[in-house]
């Protein structure tokens, strides 16, 4: 948001149409070179970047994360009245932080929640009575008020894990030691779990839970504050990875507990007490140990505990219903996956009403609807071929529930529906924009955010029914936005499809440069590939694409099958089949750019990360001569190296289909690499263990196959900042520019 919020325009009448850039007349003037060194400066391109936006349980304030424009990667806590629309920052986090260097486990939890790079104030968390926000921060917790004033609530050397307040706000409780503690807030806070080893933690999330389950959460408090459940893993089973992380001015070596595909995973147990610890009974998940604990959730009464408890092939979900009092469970349903050959893709989209009922989303038509669940029957409330893809808001008194669907495959748009399922379903955003949303908790108020090809994020508050209310930020591409004085080279995407092999559309897009007839021109073709993320979009694509374009190259996506947002059929063809059909569909893309009689066909380059560098080899190697250049940025080359939860839901189990995991892996037919190959991997890396990399590189170097190769010692997963991004981005360039990938010559 812009520096003096107060100053914002809200406008209560305000028409949301037509795209901010389409209108602005700088697009007929020359603009600066958009560089490298600029994509990645503060402040931000897309303007103001707001995170974790929530509002108060009263529906009278919203709060969000805001960076500031001298540090695109710093956040500090600001707060907006709803009454007198006047903003306020609640919390300076330069002012208030210590600076300390966290604990190794606080940043191993950011890198599970993407937030690893980011700076100051990355959650908070209302209290119940909206009378404050508890902030984490350098470490330390902080309970901030509305009047201003900031309580700390601890001062320690230690990191205090996965704060919270409980239902009522009675009570902070965090992890530290492995260990749960529990205090009135205020007061002396006490560990109520013991302490019981290395492989032990109490209230802490596994790793996979953390990084594939979307659970981040190890411990939950009832609805009245007098119990907790308090999930307990003993990690003893699961294998050992020696991690080097390797900097630049020396190795830091981690033990770390690595599940592995194919190897034993933690156990996981559930336990609940009361906040002091007394009262101790265990759940009952049954006689395997070999599940996950995919979600837990207490009735809206307090009167049971609702466990999702998912088979380890990722085929069931049983829904387990349990006696707090005792721990006993019955199974309430089971979820199962919509065909054989598929897998049951946990989401958070669900809800228990007060009337007992379950408001549900599930595939089991083949694309993703809501049913409602009464203990007996089941009624569907929603249909289509348009997959919903997130539960935004219930307003129980009113009898409806708020919803994100796809739309036309391109876009997401949010409606409000009937939870009776009686009528149709209602708009509420503009079509021309795609849209996510969130609700207070009594669904009365609805909060935006919504882009376009030719608009960067843009953020309202409406009521229910999709009127607007205010702006929250505009960001109009105008003035001292930081994109306006790049708005006479942007260029608006154009979006096609072309057919898979079984006849299946496929969505691509396109940036072209400026461009002389008769010339051909090179295409920077990026792909993803993997199962999950949807690239092909109608959103604002951000500076980086079109900084490529200014460069004088064709910018390329294609989501390939086995992406999200088109339902169960899109995305099976990837069942223990990595490697295979998504590879087919990108060449399909690759023989459509270079028919284009302005396509130069000798000079189409792929790059990708993570799943997107494993596909760059698997290209590489399935078609040597089709592309002139790869790009593999921090690849998965065996997926046994890769861990159970996201490898076994596709790929299966190794022990039980080894030839599936030895024909995905990019090892076996590395040699057969002609075309120029440039490796990136972050040499710190703990998702994508840069093992993946070393053994490539040995494989590449023993067979005597050239490759060129890129490393950034220190770094993870993630290698970008203000000064290693452009390195990376300019170190791709020079690599194109060497093996000819280049733009014709201006006349």
Known sequence: MRSVLAAVALSLTTCLTSPVLAETPAMTEAAPALSFE???????????????????????????????????????????????????????????????????DEKMQRERARVGSLKGIIAYQWASD??????????????????????????????????????????????RDRRLWVGKVGGEANPITPQEGETIRWGEAEFVAQEEMARLQGYWWSPDDTRIVVQRTDEAAVGIVTRAAIGAKGTKVFDQRYPAAGTDNAVVELFVMNPDGSGQVQVDLGLDLDIYVARVDWAPDGSAIYVQRQDRAQTKIDMLK??????????????????????????????????????????RDGYGHFYRFDGQNWLRITSGLEPITALVGVDEAAGTFTYQATTDVLTQQIYRAQLGGQGGAQLLTDPAFTNSASMDGAGKLLYVTRSSPNQPPQSYLATPDGKQVAWIEENRVEGAHPYAPYLASHVTPEFGTIAAEDGTPLHWMMLKPKMERGKRYPVFFQHYGGPGPQTVTKGWGGALAQSIVDKGYIFFQLDNRGSANRGVDFEQPLYRAMGGAEVRDQKAGALFLKSLDYVDPAKVA?????????????????????????????????????????????????????????????????????????????????????????????????????????????????????????????????????HGVTPPASE
């Open 130 to 175: 909206g009378s404050g926000v508890l902030v984490p921060l350098d470490g330390d917790l902080f309970l901030a008020k509305l009047d201003g004033t900031v309580t700390r609530l601890t001062d320690t050397e230690g990191t205090e894990l996965n704060p919270k307040l409980s239902s009522k706000g009675a009570y902070v409780s965090f992890v």
């Open 322 to 363: 349990v006696d707090p009092a005792t721990g006993a469970s019955t199974i309430w349903f089971t979820e199962t996956a919509a065909r054989p050959d598929y897998w049951v893709n946990l989401s958070d989209n669900y809800r228990f009403l007060k009337d007992g009922s379950l408001l549900w989303w599930s595939e």
């Open 606 to 738: 792929i790059y990708g990360w993570s799943y997107g560098g494993y596909m760059t080899l698997k290209q590489l190697e399935a078609d040597p001569g089709l592309y002139a250049a790869g790009i593999s940025g921090a690849p998965v080359t065996r997926w046994e190296l890769y861990d159970t939860h996201y490898t076994e839901r596709y790929m299966g189990d190794p022990r039980e289909v080894p030839e599936a995991y030895e024909k995905a892996s990019a090892i076996p037919a590395a040699t057969q690499i002609s075309d120029p190959l440039l490796l990136i991997h972050g040499m710190a890396d703990d998702n994508v263990v840069f093992e993946n990399s070393s053994e490539l590189i040995s494989v590449l170097q023993e067979s005597n196959t050239p490759f060129e190769m890129m490393l950034y010692p220190g770094y993870t997963h993630r290698v970008s900042g203000e000064k290693i991004g452009p390195h990376v981005w300019n170190a791709i360039m020079r690599f194109l520019a060497a």
């Open 38 to 104: 600029r994509v990645f400066a503060s402040p931000g391109l897309d303007g103001p970047a707001p995170r974790q936006v929530k509002l108060s349980p009263d529906g009278r304030y919203l709060t969000l994360l805001r960076n500031r424009t001298d540090d695109r990667e710093r956040y500090d806590l600001w707060g907006y009245d709803i009454d007198t629309r006047e903003w306020r920052m609640l919390v300076d986090s330069e002012k208030l932080g210590s600076g300390r260097e966290l604990s190794e």
